[in-house]
């Protein structure tokens, strides 16, 4: 039942990102209790020191405006200009949502990736494995991705090359609206928090082109000091 529970907890939030967007136990340990969860993101990449993780922005895109994040959260755009975005979204996570955080896209809005924060409601969820956890969301999304009209779905666990580190990774092909889609769903787990990485590829596969734009803080940090 426990297994069960944490599938479809993790399965919505999931959902949510696919959608709206067109670590292991021992990254739970690392990461610093003091950092913000949201990262930060600035006009060349994106940054969170919680997750340890960077993101630099390919030629050519663009991250999404506080305006497009707040229409995912149906947030009004007074809230905008009031500068109260940034503290509705960490109250939001706090209240147990998911916030997407971060999203960037191509020129054409073809390759996008996005990232969601939650907070962990059950620190059960740590003693399952990054793959486990994959491997338990694969039958939910897939049926969940039918009822929304893709085709021809293929879903599967497979290894990518992220940050530094080799991780597990839900691959899901399919059509929609007889358009080919490539996706890619990664998670990274913290001690307080959670995220969960779409990355997204219309028309054609790009998406080792898109894990290639995510590095280690840590090796930013050996580089600045060589």
Known sequence: ????????????????????GAG????????????????????EGYVNEYFGVGFDLPEEWSFYTD??????????????????????????????????NMAAKDSLGLHNVNMRVTKMTDDSLLSFSEETILEMLT???????????????????GEVEFAGQTKPILYITGRFYNIPMYQGELLLLGEDYYAVLTFTSAMENELDEQFVQWHALEEEAAEATA
């Open 24 to 43: 292991s136990s021992e990254s739970a340990k690392t990461a610093p209790a003091e950092a913000a969860p949201l990262g930060v993101v600035g006009e």
């Open 67 to 100: 305006e497009e994040l707040a229409e995912m959260m149906n947030v009004t755009v007074q809230v905008i200009q009031d500068e109260e975005f940034q503290e509705l979204m960490t109250k939001s996570m706090e209240d147990g949502n998911a916030v997407t």
């Open 139 to 157: 039958a939910p999304v897939k049926e969940m991705l039918e009822s929304a009209g893709y085709e021809d779905l293929e879903l599967e666990i």
């Open 1 to 20: 039942m426990k297994k069960k529970t944490i599938a479809i907890v993790l399965f919505c939030a999931l959902f949510v990102v696919m959608t709206t």
